[in-house]
């Protein structure tokens, strides 16, 4: 099992910029992908971008050009880098690690990101 602590949200005007950390409790090096989710009030959770235990990445069409998914895996961290937020990014974003070999899911608690016009 792992735990995972997001930080880093905030509110940003449009335009600005934050950069989502995640935390995990053990190492990721290996076996994990790593990806961020975020839910906006009223909406399902929707998948923003995705690091795969082999390094690809793939990223929402609303968000490509714009975020970019990294991990570091000695210090069992993995960012989401968000530039030119629009207000339509608000919402609550998860960290999300899949342990692929049982397809099991672990959540962090969710970082708030709240962009104003």
């Known amino acids: 099992q792992v735990q995972l602590v997001e930080s880093g949200g905030g509110l940003v005007q449009a335009g600005g910029s934050l950069r989502l950390s995640c935390v995990a409790s053990?190492?990721?090096?290996?076996?994990?992908?790593m990806a961020w989710y975020r839910q906006a009030p009223g909406k399902q959770r929707e998948l923003v971008a995705i690091?795969?235990?082999?390094?690809?990445?793939n990223y929402a069409d609303a968000v490509k050009g714009r975020f970019t998914i990294s991990r570091d895996n000695a210090k069992n961290t993995v960012y989401l880098q968000m530039n030119s937020l629009k207000p339509e990014d608000t919402a609550l974003y998860y960290c999300?690690?899949?342990?692929?070999?049982?397809?099991?899911?672990?959540w962090g608690q969710g970082t708030q990101v709240t962009v104003s016009s």
């Open positions: 690091m795969t235990d082999g390094s690809s990445t």
């Open positions: 053990r190492s990721i090096t290996s076996g994990y992908d």
């Open positions: 999300n690690a899949r342990l692929i070999f049982l397809r099991a899911d672990y």
